[in-house]
């Protein structure tokens, strides 16, 4: 009988319904063809139970000490709690206390991704935030393209998991899976599209223009009364297929041209409500971590995503813009957030 170095978890198991039912070790060990040490030593260690944890005593932080990290929080935005604590010339604190130290007067965040803005882009913020004061923003269709992938953003495949449960597998691709990018507008109470951008299409002036001759002019802007199409002001952003010459001629040849295409201030999502449609459509595209494996499947989400949202949601996303507009003013040309 030839001794092994360990048990198997199924050995392990029939040992202690052996012990059950009132085997003695050396009966055991001949059920099992181990050696008898094995068995002994296995019962014996099972017996002693597992070892109480030895606490190791804590190091106090004095209340100077907790100013001094509660300085240099504010000091280093998004630094790591080893690195707070050691610019303080504190060492030899566990990183579960200085979580919980950190935790009473901080929070962990991300930072905040926002385009950059300089004097000019201020200014030029604010003269068109003047410019459009008594604007009827009803009248406005607010556009914009949007990307998705298959996966959605990394940091959002995180949920709370039941104690016993295992977190869910997700697809490591390779390369990545590619993604799609459309088009959508928001006008009052009523969505635009969305429309999708054909895979492999770079949007450059000319197949930007003929991207709206096919979709939103064939499909949505024609069925339009002449009185809807006469105070209707079309918004685009600043991307430079949507700003060139060739595409603001093309565009004044539909009849959208001076103050029915609006003027855009450079650096500015902050101000277009339908960037938090977008935010509302990855928010139910990507619930609970959800991955697509094909771009016809996140596609067909997107399209769901946007059927679900309702007239009155859109309505306060168009109605958002007085506000906007003022809190532009009042920062004097500053971001505003979404």
């Known amino acids: 009988m030839g001794q092994k170095k360990d048990l198997t978890g199924s050995e392990k198991s029939k040992i202690v319904r052996y012990l059950a039912e009132g085997c003695s070790s050396l009966k055991i060990a001949k059920l099992l063809k181990r050696d008898h040490r094995t068995i002994k030593r296995f019962i014996q260690n099972s017996q002693q139970g597992r070892k109480k944890r030895v606490e190791k005593p804590r190091r106090k932080i004095t209340a100077h000490e907790l100013r001094k990290v509660k300085r240099a929080a504010a000091k280093m935005p998004l630094a790591t709690s080893l690195a707070i604590f050691q610019s303080c010339n504190i060492t030899g604190v566990p990183k579960s206390t200085r979580c919980a130290i950190l935790r009473d007067m901080a929070k962990v965040r991300k930072a905040e991704r926002r385009p950059p803005l300089n004097k000019t882009h201020k200014l030029k913020r604010q003269d068109w935030a003047k410019k459009y004061l008594t604007t009827d923003f009803s009248k406005v269709l607010w556009t914009d393209e949007m990307r998705v992938s298959l996966d959605g953003p990394d940091g959002w495949a995180r949920g709370w998991i039941g104690k016993g449960q295992r977190a869910p597998v997700r697809l490591r691709r390779q390369q990545g899976g590619g993604g799609v990018l459309f088009w959508a507008g928001i006008i009052k109470d009523e969505l635009v599209g969305p429309f999708w951008v054909e895979d492999g299409v770079k949007l450059n002036s000319q197949s930007y223009c003929q991207f709206l001759e096919d979709t939103f002019f064939k499909q949505w802007y024609r069925k339009k009364s002449a ?36 003027t855009w201030p450079p650096c500015s999502p902050d101000l277009n409500p339908i960037e938090n449609l977008w935010s509302i459509i990855k928010c139910e595209i990507y619930k609970e971590g959800k991955q697509y494996t094909s771009l016809n499947s996140v596609w067909e989400a997107v399209v769901a995503a946007a059927r679900n949202v309702d007239g009155e949601q859109i309505k306060t996303l168009t109605e958002s813009m007085d506000g906007r507009l003022l809190s532009v003013l009042a920062k004097k040309g500053g971001y505003i957030g979404r």
């Open 227 to 262: 009185s809807f199409k006469k105070n209707m002001i079309f918004m685009q952003d600043n991307a430079p297929s949507h700003a060139s010459k060739y595409s603001t001629a093309w565009l004044a040849r539909k009849g959208i041209k001076e103050e029915k295409l609006m």
